[in-house]
């Protein structure tokens, strides 16, 4: 059976209630899902795990990631990645010039250490309402069916 690890930082609580739904929604394909809060996590741990997905909420009105991200961040860069299947979300708010800029970050970081985007990633403003949670839905979706293809 598969194995997939959720890392979230919520500040609101918003961010913590898409890992949730996402991690029901990986569990009906039957994938194995452990959800951490990023502060009892450590970035090595994303290595034993075949798909990992990272949510979190983005800081400031210049898009930043928030404070207690930051080293799981940059220890993540130095990990190879290529044999997993990843998915990124977050919340932000639309009111901000620049909106979930934390998601676009992650994403990247993923593709620079190997990894294989499972679904598209998912920027959702505030809090997830019925269109939002479809999208959800969708990215669990996507990282259960690149992990039955593997």
């Keep these: ?52 997905l990272i949510g979190s909420y983005t800081y400031g009105v210049d898009g930043v990631l928030p404070d207690e991200m930051l080293d799981f ?8 990645l290529s044999d997993k299947v990843f998915g990124v979300f ?5 009111f901000y010039e620049v909106f979930c800029a934390a998601v676009d970050h992650f994403e990247k970081q993923f593709i620079n250490c190997g990894a294989q985007q499972g679904g598209t990633s998912c920027k959702i403003n505030l809090n997830a309402e019925e269109e939002d949670i479809i999208k959800l839905h969708a990215l669990a979706d996507g990282i259960a069916e690149k992990l039955k293809a593997k």
Excluded: K, P
């Excluded at 977050?90 to 639309?94: A, I, Q, V």
């Design 73 to 80: 961040y940059e220890d993540m860069g130095q990990l190879d």
């Design 1 to 52: 059976m598969a194995e997939a690890l959720i890392v979230f930082a919520s500040l609101t609580g918003n961010t913590e209630e898409m890992a949730d739904i996402i991690a029901e929604r990986l569990e009906q394909h039957g994938v194995t899902t452990d959800v951490v809060e990023v502060l009892q996590a450590d970035a090595e741990e994303l290595l034993e795990y075949e798909a990992v």
């Design 90 to 94: 977050g919340s932000g708010d639309t």
